[in-house]
């Protein structure tokens, strides 16, 4: 079975950094492009970053030049690493895996129930 979980969220004060992981089982990552997601309630699933298989990467506007998303293939594993933090960033982030290239668009073919952050106002 494929599975993806997501770890290394928390409450963090404004300006300050966190490192999210996604991690497999079941299947290797470097087959799929890997996207995240934050999600906060009643609103829709936002697309934050996207890695495709290649290691090429892809940004929301809102994120650019604070997150860095990466993989590491051998370990099976993609990192969203998160700086200079705002209370908009909150949310509960999920990672997705799809077969075709990288997308913000959240139709994506496996997700992971996901981690939450908090940036306090």
């Known amino acids: 079975q494929l599975h993806l979980v997501e770890s290394g969220g928390g409450r963090v004060q404004a300006g300050g950094s966190l490192r999210l992981s996604c991690v497999a089982s079941?299947?290797?990552?470097?087959?799929?492009?890997i996207g995240w997601f934050r999600q906060v309630p009643g609103k829709e699933r936002e697309g934050v970053a996207c890695v495709a298989r290649g290691g090429s990467t892809l940004y929301a506007d809102s994120v650019k030049g604070r997150f860095t998303v990466s993989r590491d293939n051998a370990k099976n594993i993609v990192y969203l690493q998160m700086n200079s933090l705002k209370p908009e960033d909150t949310g509960a982030y999920h990672c997705?895996?799809?077969?075709?290239?990288?997308?913000?668009?959240?139709?994506?073919?496996?997700w992971g129930p996901g981690t939450q952050v908090t940036v306090p106002s």
């Open positions: 079941g299947f290797a990552l470097d087959n799929f492009a």
């Open positions: 997705g895996a799809r077969f075709v290239r990288c997308t913000l668009e959240d139709n994506y073919d496996y």
